[in-house]
């Protein structure tokens, strides 16, 4: 959309930051017949291998907003199952998505821009995009609540007056810090170097995780027959390396995990295509101020290993637009009330999934010999238990939580029997 020559633009909300979380917050507050300003400081999102598996609470949320036809029409792939594995590819516990029943009880896989694609096709007319538009400060009204921003587009500077304000702005938020919440990214003693595998006819319907000496290998597949790997490499392993250093980390790659032996070939003619990401983890204390709230990568981050990362913040728009409905956009107490009760409901939720990914990372990227070990034997623990497998499954599938507890460990490691570990039948 062209921006007209303004010094000041009124609406109902204004949300900086266009990536699944900006965008999964406008169509959300949109279809409450709210008037959402949605502005984006780059022109063109850039191609970014992250953020490709939708879990079933996130279908669920999708379906109600008319995003998920869309994804399905453009050959979205259905995974089934997570399953972790040994290097040479035997199963040590298998997360079957089957097992929480009900309608789309699977995963979906896309590439990141197809899933934002999908989702700002699905905008309401009451939601209006702008890209090339940076926001530079919040405006605070005389009793210093949040009351919008202060824009640059093109040369120029305007303010976005607005009852709410919403930081969807990722890791670095600088929304977050002129508001003054806090969060401390930590980063993980790794990164994940991501391939694209093309021209690859038969995958599994699947997420496998593998165990190897090197850490985390997880590979998945995508529509037209391509497969995404990520593998867990010390920050500088690669750093200032030829082609010839590359192909024979590849051959090394696959002599310590044999099941990728079928892929040796891809990964050398992806190596050109790669992508090296760092990982972090954090979450902010708090979500909201009086008119601003954080949604995504602006309130949290975890390890992409259960893939929580994107779903979370899917999660995030919906039950921010749940607290809203009703409320009269101009009546800002209400609408601050409601941000308090977003608040209440989201900080338990994501300091549940914090954890849980990071335990699931501890357990499958450790590459000393006592870490790996560990691993194993907790994920053999609940491979053998009916119970924990469908436990760990529903955790994963965005549709709640029930935290691990100490005696849940205890048979993870073989200290405790399960009772239930055969007779367990999962109630829907």
């Given at each position: 959309?062209?921006?007209r020559?303004v010094?000041?633009?009124d609406?109902d909300?204004?949300i900086?930051?266009?990536?699944?979380?900006g965008?999964?917050?406008?169509?959300?507050?949109?279809?409450?017949?709210l008037?959402?300003?949605?502005v984006?400081k780059?022109?063109?999102q850039?191609?970014?291998?992250?953020?490709?598996v939708?879990?079933?609470?996130s279908?669920?949320i999708?379906?109600?907003?008319?995003?998920?036809?869309?994804?399905?029409?453009?050959q979205?792939?259905?995974?089934?199952?997570?399953?972790?594995?040994?290097?040479?590819?035997?199963e040590?516990a298998?997360?079957?998505?089957g097992?929480l029943g009900g309608?789309r009880?699977?995963?979906l896989?896309?590439?990141y821009?197809?899933?934002l694609?999908?989702t700002?096709?699905?905008l309401?007319e009451?939601?209006r995009l702008r890209?090339?538009?940076?926001?530079?400060?919040l405006?605070?009204d005389a009793?210093?609540?949040v009351?919008?921003?202060?824009?640059?587009e093109g040369?120029?500077e305007?303010?976005?007056r607005?009852?709410l304000v919403?930081?969807?702005d990722?890791m670095s938020?600088r929304?977050?810090?002129m508001a003054g919440?806090?969060?401390?990214?930590?980063a993980?003693g790794?990164?994940l170097?991501?391939f694209?595998?093309?021209?690859?006819?038969?995958a599994?319907d699947?997420?496998?995780?593998?165990v190897?000496r090197?850490?985390?290998?997880m590979?998945?597949?995508l529509?037209?027959e391509r497969?995404?790997v990520y593998?867990?490499?010390?920050?500088?392993?690669l750093r200032r390396?030829?082609?010839?250093?590359?192909?024979?980390?590849?051959?090394?790659?696959?002599?310590?995990?044999?099941?990728?032996?079928p892929?040796?070939?891809?990964?050398?003619?992806a190596?050109?295509?790669?992508?090296?990401l760092?990982?972090?983890?954090?979450?902010?204390?708090?979500l909201?101020?009086?008119?601003?709230a954080?949604?995504g990568?602006?309130?949290?981050?975890?390890h992409?290993?259960?893939a929580q990362?994107?779903n979370t913040?899917?999660?995030?728009?919906?039950?921010?637009?749940?607290?809203l409905?009703?409320?009269?956009?101009?009546?800002?107490a209400a609408?601050?009330?409601?941000?308090?009760?977003?608040e209440?409901e989201?900080?338990?939720?994501?300091?549940?999934i914090h954890v849980m990914?990071h335990n699931?990372?501890?357990?499958?990227?450790?590459?000393?010999?006592?870490?790996?070990?560990?691993?194993?034997r907790?994920?053999?623990?609940?491979g053998r238990?009916?119970?924990?497998?469908?436990?760990?499954?529903?955790?994963?599938?965005?549709l709640?939580?029930?935290?691990?507890?100490?005696?849940?460990?205890l048979v993870?490691?073989g200290?405790?029997p399960?009772?239930k570990?055969?007779?367990?039948?999962?109630?829907?």
């Amino acid at each position: 959309m062209t921006a007209r020559t303004v010094d000041q633009l009124d609406t109902d909300v204004v949300i900086c930051g266009s990536g699944v979380a900006g965008l999964a917050t406008a169509c959300a507050l949109g279809r409450l017949g709210l008037d959402v300003v949605l502005v984006e400081k780059r022109r063109q999102q850039p191609h970014i291998a992250k953020g490709e598996v939708l879990q079933p609470g996130s279908l669920r949320i999708l379906q109600g907003w008319e995003v998920l036809h869309r994804l399905e029409s453009r050959q979205a792939v259905r995974l089934n199952r997570l399953v972790a594995r040994e290097a040479d590819g035997d199963e040590l516990a298998t997360m079957d998505f089957g097992t929480l029943g009900g309608n789309r009880s699977w995963m979906l896989s896309h590439d990141y821009s197809t899933i934002l694609e999908c989702t700002g096709e699905a905008l309401g007319e009451t939601v209006r995009l702008r890209r090339g538009v940076l926001a530079n400060e919040l405006i605070r009204d005389a009793g210093g609540r949040v009351a919008g921003v202060r824009v640059s587009e093109g040369g120029r500077e305007y303010e976005i007056r607005a009852r709410l304000v919403v930081a969807a702005d990722g890791m670095s938020s600088r929304l977050r810090r002129m508001a003054g919440m806090s969060a401390d990214p930590v980063a993980y003693g790794h990164r994940l170097l991501s391939f694209e595998l093309a021209d690859v006819p038969v995958a599994p319907d699947e997420v496998s995780a593998y165990v190897t000496r090197r850490g985390l290998v997880m590979i998945y597949p995508l529509p037209h027959e391509r497969t995404r790997v990520y593998v867990q490499v010390a920050p500088d392993e690669l750093r200032r390396a030829d082609a010839a250093r590359l192909e024979h980390w590849c051959a090394e790659l696959v002599a310590d995990v044999p099941a990728l032996a079928p892929f040796a070939h891809l990964f050398k003619e992806a190596l050109d295509r790669r992508q090296l990401l760092q990982v972090w983890r954090y979450r902010a204390l708090s979500l909201v101020r009086p008119g601003i709230a954080l949604v995504g990568e602006a309130a949290h981050g975890v390890h992409p290993l259960t893939a929580q990362g994107m779903n979370t913040a899917i999660g995030d728009a919906h039950t921010l637009a749940v607290h809203l409905a009703g409320t009269a956009p101009g009546a800002t107490a209400a609408v601050d009330e409601a941000l308090r009760g977003y608040e209440n409901e989201r900080l338990s939720r994501i300091r549940d999934i914090h954890v849980m990914s990071h335990n699931a990372a501890r357990m499958m990227t450790s590459t000393s010999r006592v870490g790996r070990m560990l691993g194993r034997r907790l994920l053999s623990g609940t491979g053998r238990s009916a119970r924990l497998r469908y436990l760990t499954t529903f955790n994963m599938s965005g549709l709640g939580m029930r935290p691990l507890t100490g005696f849940d460990r205890l048979v993870q490691l073989g200290v405790l029997p399960d009772p239930k570990a055969r007779s367990f039948v999962p109630s829907h």
